[in-house]
C-alpha cells in the first residue's frame, strides 16, 4: 500500500511562484512514476506533468510547459511540482499520484496511475 500526501498550496497572486510537495509512504519513492494532476471547478482532472521512476523522462502539459516543472528526490520520498509564473487559469486542486511498475506508458492518463493524494488547493489571484 503507496499513501501520498500533498502540500504547499495557498493562494498566491499572478506571476507568483510555489512549490507543491508529494510525500510518499509505503516503499522506496524511487521505485514509482510520478504523476500530477489538477481539478478547476466544474471541470475534469486534467494531465499536468509527470516524470519516470528513473528521472529520466518527463511529460508536461502544453498550458504549463516552460512554467512548470517537477523534480523528484527519491531518496527522501518526497517529490515536487515547481510552479512558476502561475496564472489564474492554474487555480485548482491539485493531485499526485504515482504508479509502480517499470513502465510508464500512458503518463498523461489518470487511470494509469494506481495511488493518489488527497489533493491541495492553489488559487492565483489576478
Known amino acids: 500500500q503507496v499513501q501520498l500526501v500533498e502540500s504547499g498550496g495557498g493562494l498566491v497572486q499572478a506571476g507568483d511562484s510555489l512549490r507543491l510537495s508529494c510525500a510518499a509512504s509505503g516503499r522506496p519513492f524511487s521505485n514509482y512514476h510520478m504523476g500530477w494532476f489538477r481539478q478547476a471547478p466544474g471541470k475534469e482532472r486534467e494531465f499536468v506533468a509527470a516524470?519516470?521512476?528513473?528521472?529520466?523522462?518527463?511529460y508536461y502539459a502544453d498550458s504549463v510547459k516552460g512554467r512548470f516543472t517537477i523534480p523528484g528526490d527519491g531518496a527522501k520520498n518526497t517529490a515536487y511540482l515547481q510552479m512558476n509564473s502561475l496564472k489564474p487559469e492554474d487555480t485548482a486542486v491539485y493531485y499526485c499520484?504515482?504508479?509502480?511498475?517499470?513502465?510508464?506508458?500512458?503518463?498523461?492518463?489518470?487511470?494509469?496511475?494506481?495511488?493518489w493524494g488527497q489533493g491541495t488547493q492553489v488559487t492565483v489571484s489576478s
Open positions: 499520484a504515482t504508479k509502480t511498475g517499470l513502465s510508464l506508458t500512458r503518463p498523461r492518463a489518470r487511470d494509469e496511475y494506481d495511488y
Open positions: 516524470i519516470s521512476w528513473s528521472g529520466s523522462r518527463t
